[in-house]
């Protein structure tokens, strides 16, 4: 007698005949929906195959399957790879939907998007960039001499991974010779890339983007002439603030002065997210100095404007030490973003956003039994950044003495100037008491 089959593996031969009341009624029996067959293969892989079980793929996935199950092997990979490899745009489109992850690499290390590419099936490669891209749409090219001879393409800027907050996502741009190309003529890594701000003074601005890697220039303008609106979404696609970390240039050409009025017709700003350690940092600096000055220590400068690390490099002045009144204006700035491995930077105007209050703890000075922060000559003896390990430390060149060797190395690594006197760092030294 043949082994008896089990109800997860009758399920799976009720996918193959299409059976929606079979599996129904076997789920309900409490049968598995993730029974794999020899080939790997599991009930909702079959069904994204066909374009005939849409129907069982849809129930398949209201029973809980698993959408990025993932099949070993050559040409393998998730629901969705298979889906995109027989041009199934619409069971592409319901996996999508629901939550299929799109940067998924099969053992080929090809997306679902790579694969409908290879096999030209434009329907596919539309719906998985409709899902994922963060700019599409017509553009103009320059491919002669400037404002007299230009081209229309498709352009599409889309990540290369999903977004980790850990790690800063690579940005891609595809440029299509046409709408109903599956295949990009030109795939340019952002994150390689030089590029100029859009001068948006000019009638018809555009933007150059230079890649690195193939020594190639592209001079991009908007789909209709004078369209700065659509230019700025494309730029402002290009410098997203997954971009802030990586070894992009970005120089504004008419970015106003800290002086200047701010300009509507200027690029847009990208956000900042600093880090918790970072603003912990910072507070602390700002109570150090503001202890500092309290004490009468000398060489201490009241500062206006602290600068602000963010955990992308970010650099960001606050006025009045993020204190100042929400209700008054601030003039537009200049933001710069330095690349980790690269000395290059970006350079974006940004209006300064209203100024909320942060509550800082400052040292107090009614408890008896707290460290003095300094002695009577001005000479620190407890860290003014930690305020508990003693001063080991000096900062060169100002010479100042008022932290402890962990805290002064994390200051000195973050290029954040002397706690007390906000002057450049150029070493840390230990101190020895005799």
Same mark, same amino acid.
């Given at each position: ?6 109800? &997860?593996e009758?399920?799976f031969?009720?996918? %193959?005949?299409? $059976?929606?009341?079979?599996i ?12 794999? %067959? ?7 892989? +079959? ?7 849409? %129907? ?9 399957? $698993?959408? $990025? ?14 889906a995109?490899k027989?041009? *199934?745009?619409?069971? +592409?489109?319901?996996?999508?939907s ?6 998924? #690499? %099969?053992?080929?290390? !090809? ?5 409908? #590419?290879?096999?030209?099936?434009? =329907?596919v ?12 749409g ?7 001499? /400037?404002?007299?001879m230009?081209r229309?393409i498709?352009?599409? @800027? *889309?990540p ?17 010779p ?6 990009p003529? +030109?795939v ?12 948006? !003074?000019? +009638?018809?601005?555009s933007?150059?983007?230079f ?10 303008l908007?789909a ?6 659509? *230019? ?10 997954e ?9 504004s ?5 800290? =002086?200047?009025?701010?300009n ?7 956000p ?9 940092l910072?507070?602390?600096? $700002?109570a150090?100095i ?22 992308w490099g970010?650099?960001? =002045?606050?006025?009045? !030490? ?21 000395s ?8 300064a ?14 408890t008896?039994? &707290? ?14 950044i930690?305020?508990?390990?003693p ?25 954040c100037?002397? /706690?007390i ?6 070493q840390i @030294?230990? *101190?020895?008491?005799?």
């Amino acid at each position: 007698m043949g082994l008896r089959q089990s109800k &997860a593996e009758l399920l799976f031969q009720q996918v %193959n005949y299409g $059976n929606v009341e079979g599996i129904r009624n076997l789920r309900a029996q409490g049968a598995g929906v993730e029974w794999i %067959n020899k080939e790997g293969k599991t009930p909702l892989m +079959v069904a994204s195959m066909r374009p005939d079980l849409l %129907n069982v793929a849809r129930l398949l996935i209201t029973l809980g399957a $698993n959408l $990025n199950a993932f099949r070993p092997g050559s040409h393998a990979g998730t629901p969705l790879h298979h889906a995109a490899k027989r041009g *199934l745009d619409l069971t +592409v489109q319901l996996l999508l939907s629901h939550g299929a992850n799109p940067f998924v #690499r %099969n053992d080929d290390c !090809n997306t679902a998007l790579d694969v409908a #590419r290879g096999k030209g099936h434009l =329907n596919v490669v539309r719906a998985i960039e409709g899902q994922i891209s963060l700019f599409s749409g017509w553009m103009r090219e320059n491919c002669g001499p /400037p404002q007299v001879m230009t081209r229309k393409i498709w352009i599409v @800027i *889309l990540p290369r991974e999903a977004q980790s907050p850990t790690r800063p996502v690579k940005l891609e741009l595809s440029i299509y010779p046409e709408s109903q190309a599956a295949k990009p003529c +030109v795939v340019a890594k952002l994150w390689k890339c030089q590029l100029e701000a859009p001068k948006y !003074n000019l +009638v018809d601005p555009s933007m150059t983007i230079f890649d690195k890697v193939t020594t190639s220039r592209y001079e991009l303008l908007p789909a209709y002439e004078g369209d700065k609106q659509q *230019l700025r979404s494309f730029y402002s696609a290009c410098c997203s603030v997954e971009q802030v970390a990586s070894m992009v240039h970005v120089q504004s050409v008419d970015a106003p002065t800290p =002086n200047s009025t701010p300009n509507s017709s200027s690029a847009p700003s990208v956000p900042s997210t600093p880090s918790n350690e970072d603003v912990e940092l910072q507070m602390a600096i $700002n109570a150090s100095i503001q202890s500092a000055i309290a004490e009468g220590v000398p060489d201490v400068q009241p500062t206006t404007s602290i600068t602000t690390t963010s955990g992308w490099g970010n650099t960001v =002045n606050s006025s009045h !030490n993020g204190w100042g009144p929400s209700d008054s204006p601030s003039p537009s700035r200049m933001r710069e973003v330095t690349g980790t491995s690269s000395s290059q930077s970006i350079v974006i105007p940004q209006e300064a956003p209203p100024a909320i209050p942060i509550p800082i703890a400052l040292p107090s000075t009614q408890t008896p039994t &707290a460290p003095p922060l300094a002695d009577g000559d001005g000479t620190f003896v407890t860290c003014v950044i930690c305020l508990d390990a003693p001063v080991e430390g000096a900062c060169i060149p100002c010479g100042h003495m008022a932290g402890c060797m962990s805290c002064l190395t994390d200051i000195e690594s973050k290029k954040c100037g002397c /706690p007390i006197c906000r002057a450049e760092i150029n070493q840390i @030294i230990r *101190l020895y008491a005799v």
